[in-house]
């Protein structure tokens, strides 16, 4: 099996148009919390403030060469030693080989190792089975089911919170790599 080259990298003001379209895509819109058409303008807003905000960070997924994703950290605090993490994968093609699971090792890794986290959350649709299934795999247990949370044509607007503790990482992130490794991902360093 040949080693797979994923990347993760900053997301950058030439991203910004990207962005847009993955967001507005049905396969995306479809499991985020507003599915409204996003107009460039409201879009050009939250680009400006999430590449200010210092409590959130964000990188593009790549396949390669080629972009297929955002995965992020937001409600990051330090204080409390907490975040929230939200990830998809807009290249359907791109979905279901490991590639969402290699990027959310390298992120909690990241938050748990250079930001120092103590817990991260994550929340999806009651209906979003892939999401809720990927949080599994990668050491996510369910906190509580939020009745209601959100107002969605078609859902049942419950969203399932899950949470990781640092405690459980290192357990998960072996049983991860070692589920990535199987697959071909290059896992050493
Ligand atoms: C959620 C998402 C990122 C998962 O991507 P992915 O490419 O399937 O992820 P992986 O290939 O790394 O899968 C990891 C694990 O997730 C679980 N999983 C993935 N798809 C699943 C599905 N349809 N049903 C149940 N579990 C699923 C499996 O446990 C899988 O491990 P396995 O392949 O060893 O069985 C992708 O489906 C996506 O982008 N969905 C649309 C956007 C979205 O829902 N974002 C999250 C909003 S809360």
């Known amino acids: ?32 919390y507003s599915d409204h058409p ?21 990188w593009i997924i790549q396949a390669g060469e080629r972009p ?20 998809y994968l807009a290249d359907e093609p791109a979905r279901g080989g490991g590639l969402a699971s290699w990027a959310g090792v390298q992120v909690l890794d990241f938050a748990f190792g ?4 103590m817990r991260v959350w994550a929340e999806a ?10 949080l599994g795999a990668l050491g996510f247990r369910e906190a509580e089911v939020l009745r209601g949370h959100v107002e969605k044509a078609g859902f049942s607007g419950d969203v ?4 990781l503790h640092v405690d459980g ?6 049983a991860c790599r070692e589920r990535l490794a199987a697959r071909g991902y290059d896992v050493e360093g």
Request: charged share 25%; hydrophobic share 45%.
């Open 38 to 58: 996003i107009g460039p303008e409201e879009h050009a807003r939250w680009f400006a403030s999430a590449m200010a905000d210092p409590g959130r960070r964000y």
């Open 1 to 32: 099996m040949t080693a797979r080259h994923p990347r993760l990298r900053d997301v950058e003001l030439s991203d910004r148009d990207r962005l847009r379209a993955w967001r507005n895509q049905p396969n995306v819109a479809r499991w985020m």
């Open 125 to 134: 649709l009651v209906e979003n089975v892939a999401s809720v299934g990927y």
């Open 114 to 117: 250079e930001l120092g986290l």
């Open 169 to 174: 990482w290192a357990g998960a992130r072996q």
């Open 68 to 87: 297929v994703g955002l995965i992020n950290l937001y409600d990051i605090e330090l204080e409390c030693r907490q975040a929230g993490f939200a990830y």
């Open 160 to 163: 399932v919170r899950m949470v």
